[in-house]
């Protein structure tokens, strides 16, 4: 069974050599001190390459400058707005939004604006964004983009008022890119039977900037990609190094600049002055998106923003903290190893003051499961640099398995810290089930297995309601 260490077996031991064995087994984990690291042995998969152009899953829509890449994202602090954004290839056509609720003849309008911008010797499409205001919670609504006889229609399921005890399952995918694995990953993630309301996206999206002069192209086939989902239920976007994109020896030296023109996030409605650190309200979350990125010294205006909106945070309404960020902050991969560190040793310890429930993270192409510690009495001089168990601490969870093109990070360090609990170089996805203010379901599939089968899974207790200790831990 994947996850289960299994003792050596010999028709010749005695029972002397068997508790010599276990014995020295036992030792052995109190060294280490670790979780479990996986043994599973993974199939053949498909090797990290992008597919090609003329795959289906990148079809242009059929007619003339036909709505492309359509995507949808929360627009708004509460949950009751949505921005539309979609690309027209050829001519700007309309950025209007023509959208009515389901099972009403009323069809309401919606007027946006759209975005060109060129990189390198790549000129973009026109990008529209449109955004919904004031929609009604637990509604289904249809809209309609484009002109004249190329019109497409989508919908989506606005979530259900804000409150403590509002059930609600978000998905979890980081680092997807493009490749055959991507597409595992996306088609799981849509057949999983828990069924993801919104998808929380952990960072790097294209990987065009693995390409020759940041093959921008790649940010149009990536588009085509998700829209199969990204058209119907909000993607809540976290920044990742693949998205910087700064490139001044192509005389590209502006950040962000294909990422910031094509997705949009509703910073504004949570006070913030970037659009790559921003908070929303969903059902009974509170989802806080930081920015690996982005300055986050003391003073600076993420360092101010995330303490403001800490104190904000009104657990009676919604119960469940969440922290999303790309590169993780306790990872024991050897790819990326501590490169979080500098932003865990600002941000920590109000994590563990607000009672933050988990914090979800890519950047790691695997799967990686922390128990609740913290590392928040260190200084300069006192040498505690040793993580220690904290019931008030997040569960840190590194979702970085998404199938991109540059592959799994499978070396990890040895043995096992003692911070880490369950870890695994696979490819997959995460979901993460609010049942009511005191408990949610986690769970982890990867890909090479079915649909309904669940690697990994946890059962989170909440911090400010229930802060009882979930799993005994090998500290």
């Known amino acids: 069974m994947a996850g289960k260490r299994e003792l ?30 996986s043994s599973y042995v993974r199939s053949a998969v498909y090797a990290p390459v992008d597919m090609p152009y003329n795959s289906d899953v990148f079809a242009v829509p ?45 069809i309401y309008t919606a007027e946006g604006y759209y975005l060109t911008y060129r990189f390198y010797n790549y000129t ?17 609504y249809y809209y309609e983009v484009g002109v004249g006889n190329t019109t497409r229609q989508f919908y989506f399921t606005t979530p259900p ?30 057949n999983d039977p828990l069924v993801g309301q919104t998808l929380l996206y952990l960072g790097d999206l294209s990987y065009a900037d693995d390409w020759p002069n940041h093959d921008n192209v790649k940010w149009d086939t990536y588009g085509r990609f998700i829209e199969r989902s990204a058209a119907y239920q909000p993607w809540i976007w976290t920044t990742g190094n693949h998205e910087i994109d700064f490139a001044p020896e192509l005389g590209e030296p502006i950040p962000f600049k294909p990422f910031s023109t094509r997705y949009q996030t509703p910073y504004n409605a949570s ?32 360092y101010i923003w995330f303490l403001q909106e800490l104190a904000n945070v009104n657990r009676t309404e919604t119960p469940w903290l969440i ?15 501590m490169e979080g560190e500098t932003v865990r040793v600002q941000f920590e310890k109000y994590l563990v003051q607000y009672k933050v429930d988990v914090v979800f993270a890519g950047h790691v192409h695997a799967y990686e499961r922390s128990y609740r510690i913290a590392n928040i009495a260190y200084n300069i001089t006192n040498g505690l640099c040793t993580p220690t168990p904290n019931q008030f601490a997040p569960i840190y969870l590194t979702i970085g398995d998404g199938g991109n093109i540059e592959g799994l990070a499978s070396a990890y360090t040895e043995p096992q810290p003692s911070y880490s609990a369950y870890r695994e170089a696979s490819y997959g996805h995460g979901m993460f089930s ?19 089968v669940e690697a990994d899974t946890f059962w989170f207790y909440n911090r400010y309601w229930y802060p009882q200790n979930e799993t005994a831990t090998n500290f």
């Open 434 to 452: 609010i049942k009511n203010r005191t408990h949610a379901y986690f769970t982890w599939n990867r890909n090479q297995d079915g649909y309904a």
């Open 271 to 302: 006070g913030s002055t970037e659009p790559f650190f921003y908070s929303i309200k969903r059902a009974s979350a509170h989802i806080i998106v930081l920015a690996s990125y982005s300055a986050y010294g003391a003073s600076t205006p993420q």
């Open 161 to 190: 008022p804000i409150g403590p005890d509002v059930p609600y399952t978000f998905g979890l995918i980081g680092d997807l890119g493009q490749t055959y694995n991507s597409n595992t990953t996306l088609t799981h993630y849509q």
């Open 62 to 106: 059929p007619g003339y400058n036909a709505p492309e890449q359509v995507h949808i994202t929360q627009g708004d602090y509460l949950g009751q707005g949505i921005i539309v954004s979609w690309v027209t290839p050829v001519e700007p056509g309309t950025s209007t939004v023509l959208y009515w609720a389901e099972n009403t003849g009323k």
């Open 124 to 140: 973009s499409g026109f990008i529209h964004h449109t955004t919904l205001l004031n929609l009604d919670y637990n509604t289904t």
């Open 8 to 37: 050596p077996s010999s028709s010749s031991s005695n029972t002397a050599t068997f508790v010599v064995l276990v014995t020295l087994i036992l030792n052995s984990a109190l060294l280490c001190n670790g979780g479990i690291t």
């Open 323 to 337: 922290v999303l960020i790309h590169a993780p902050w306790y990872n024991s991969d050897i790819t990326h190893y």
